[in-house]
């Protein structure tokens, strides 16, 4: 429960930008819930996969895959092209969160390869923090780090550290 409070406060605080919790939380806090229920689930089939033999760069080529595919249908449900948005000033960045995200889940795959979902899914849920720390550093401008962020993070470290402790 620390693990998913830390993150419905960071959540809620970098949505609002207020300093001010109240329990009105509104329905955007679903989309890092769903992330973080389709995540757990998506490591238990990819600790599936490694474990009937499926070797890492195969598993992460077909996770690509699927989610360029489900991209195509996004778009294509929403009406607009994929791909016709690239021309923005951001994509640099963009390619930069691409391979960082390969990266990560070349190091996820290695450690479901070798350890228990239990085992690795917990440090996962400290990812947060990360994004907190750079935001800090790189956004000041763009983003506040307030007391409940700090809140958030510590909860989620909190989290992280328990689950992992008890497995």
Aim: proline letters at 4%; hydrophobic letters at 50%; a positive charge.
């Amino acid at each position: 429960m620390s693990l998913v409070g830390g993150v419905m406060i960071l959540s809620y605080e970098v949505k609002s930008g207020d300093s001010e919790f109240d329990l009105n939380i509104s329905g955007d806090l679903l989309y890092p819930i769903g992330a973080m229920a389709f995540l757990g689930t998506a490591a238990f089939f990819d600790r599936l996969g490694l474990l009937q033999g499926v070797p890492i760069p195969v598993g992460l080529s077909v996770k690509f895959l699927g989610a360029v595919t489900g991209l195509v249908l996004y778009s294509t449900f929403k009406g607009k092209a994929p791909f016709k948005q690239f021309k923005s000033s951001g994509k640099g960045s963009l390619v930069l969160a691409g391979i960082t995200n390969s990266i990560s889940l070349a190091l996820l795959y290695s450690a479901l390869s070798i350890s228990d979902v239990v085992d690795v899914m917990p440090f996962w849920g400290i990812s947060p923090l990360f994004g907190v720390i750079l935001s800090y550093i790189f956004l000041k401008d763009m983003e506040k780090i307030t007391k409940l962020v700090i809140i958030g993070a510590v909860l989620v470290m909190t989290g992280a550290i328990l689950i992992r402790s008890f497995m």
